[in-house]
T-cell receptor
Framework: AQSVAQPEDQVNVAEGNPLTVKCTYS??????LFWYVQYPNRGLQFLLK??????LVKGSYGFEAEFNKSQTSFHLKKPSALVSDSALYFC????????????FGAGTRLFVKA | DAGVIQSPRHEVTEMGQEVTLRCKPI?????LFWYRQTMMRGLELLIY????????DSGMPEDRFSAKMPNASFSTLKIQPSEPRDSAVYFC??????????????FGQGTRLTVV
């Protein structure tokens, strides 16, 4: 069965500092991995995805994520955080066998202080 | 394209009433997903369709919940009868999935359901 774990409920970082939001996954076969962001009272917005190829994936708003197969991780990173990055972040995984069910993690709230 | 459109944005209903949530996916997308978001359980996949056919409804919590997709541009999620514990934000999402790019899902703004 597919599963996604986001071990941190909240991440606090100062503006200008690098940020990391952690994600680990479990899936049969090769994973398709996604990061989404949710602002208050809004739907989820796609940030980036890993399908195949380079382990370092670059996405919207300066975010990037690194796929690590041996550690089954897909951590979200940004070199310099902005106050406007404060939001709820979701990691998601979809397997490439048995359908295209996308499972989301519990979410990590990022708080960037000025 | 206007994106995934959900209606209503907010719904307040009394326990025992029937509730119908609506979704219009992005034109050309062949997958449609219904999710429920609560503080306690996070984002749960309820059901998804491929080319209007339900593929996996294992996330539907009870028989009170039903979903249909009569055509490629419309889907409904119905709760009958509704209960206070059904209060949540319900999201619809659509995607175009192919073997090459396997694109991401696009989400609607959600319907905030409150059952009193």
């Amino acid at each position: 069965a597919q599963s996604v774990a986001q071990p941190e409920d909240q991440v606090n970082v100062a503006e200008g500092n690098p940020l990391t939001v952690k994600c680990t996954y479990s899936v049969s076969g090769n994973p398709y991995l996604f990061w989404y962001v949710q602002y208050p009272n809004r739907g989820l917005q796609f940030l980036l995805k890993y399908i195949t190829g380079d382990n370092l994936v670059k996405g919207s708003y300066g975010f990037e994520a690194e796929f690590n197969k041996s550690q089954t991780s897909f951590h979200l990173k940004k070199p310099s955080a902005l106050v406007s990055d404060s939001a709820l972040y979701f990691c998601a995984v979809r397997g490439n066998t048995g359908g295209f069910k996308t499972i989301f993690g519990a979410g990590t709230r990022l708080f960037v202080k000025a | 394209d206007a994106g995934v459109i959900q209606s209503p944005r907010h719904e307040v209903t009394e326990m025992g009433q029937e509730v119908t949530l609506r979704c219009k996916p992005i034109s050309g997308h062949d997958y449609l997903f219904w999710y429920r978001q609560t503080m306690m359980r996070g984002l749960e996949l309820l059901i998804y369709f491929n080319n209007n056919v339900p593929i996996d409804d294992s996330g539907m919590p009870e028989d009170r919940f039903s979903a249909k997709m009569p055509n490629a541009s419309f889907s409904t999620l119905k709760i009958q009868p509704s209960e206070p514990r059904d209060s949540a934000v319900y999201f619809c999402a659509s995607s175009l999935v192919d073997r090459i790019s396997n694109t991401e899902a696009f989400f609607g703004q959600g319907t905030r359901l409150t059952v009193v």
